[in-house]
């Protein structure tokens, strides 16, 4: 079983490059969201769907954009990539975002911007 | 607005010794608690959550927290660790029910 899959693992962009990483998810799940990990400041939160055609800003969306279209794919797109988003990239899928239903997490894109 | 402490970042303990990660919250309203803990190159997956009902949660693995409102705190215990356990743990916090916030991490290091 996928569970919830990440592509690609490792990436190296200089800065003003685009790229998307992406995420798909086997679970059937309605929520979807986006987490970057960063030394001394744990996950924060870029971006979350609670289902197809669905999306919404966390705590640190500038510069990231997102679309749904579908309920098994949650791609996160950097427009104009900055060394700022220098980080580790957590896509997480859960049956309905809410308390009850815990977050399943990918493995991780590690994303250098020079 | 919601928001976690984890006062350590690093707590070294050697094999077969308990441990305590201490997490905070602060909130203006009730709130659903989570550790969870992240094994080197892995994402995160979940040890115990609070929603509601007893205060002490068990989770996976021989975990398990208590939930303390006076205190707002949730802190992770386990009695006696094992060398496996080595990761880095994260407490959460969630107030309504499409975000979750996290605390910044405690990497728990068990030497033998």
């Known amino acids: 079983n996928a569970g919830v899959t990440q592509t690609p693992k490792f990436q190296v962009l200089k800065t003003g490059q685009s790229m998307t990483l992406q995420c798909a998810q086997d679970?059937?799940?309605?929520?979807m969201s986006w987490y970057r990990q960063d030394p001394g400041m744990g996950l924060r939160l870029i971006h979350y769907?609670?289902?197809?055609?669905?999306?919404d800003q966390g705590e640190v969306p500038n510069g990231y954009n997102v679309s749904r279209s579908t309920t098994e794919d949650f791609p996160l797109r950097l427009l104009s990539a900055a060394p700022s988003q220098t980080s580790v990239y957590f896509c997480?899928?859960?049956?309905?975002?809410?308390?009850?239903?815990?977050?399943?997490f990918g493995n991780g894109t590690r994303l250098t911007v020079t | 607005a919601q928001s976690v402490t984890q006062l350590d970042s690093q707590v070294p303990v050697f094999e077969e010794a308990p441990v305590e990660l201490r997490c905070n919250y602060s909130?203006?309203?009730?709130?659903?608690l989570f550790w969870y803990v992240q094994y080197p190159n892995q994402g995160l997956q979940l040890l115990l959550k609070?929603?509601?009902?007893?205060?002490l949660v068990k989770g996976i693995n021989g975990f398990e927290a208590e939930f303390n409102k006076s205190q707002t705190s949730f802190h992770l215990r386990k009695p006696s660790v094992h060398i496996s356990d080595t990761a880095e743990y994260f407490c959460?916090?969630?107030?309504?029910?499409?975000?979750?916030?996290f605390g910044t991490g405690t990497r728990l290091q068990v030497f033998p």
């Open positions: 997480a899928s859960s049956t309905s975002g809410t308390p009850n239903s815990p977050l399943h």
């Open positions: 679970m059937n799940h309605e929520y």
């Open positions: 769907s609670v289902g197809a055609g669905i999306t």
């Open positions: 909130s203006s309203v009730s709130v659903y």
């Open positions: 609070y929603l509601s009902g007893s205060t």
């Open positions: 959460a916090v969630s107030e309504d029910t499409d975000k979750l916030i």
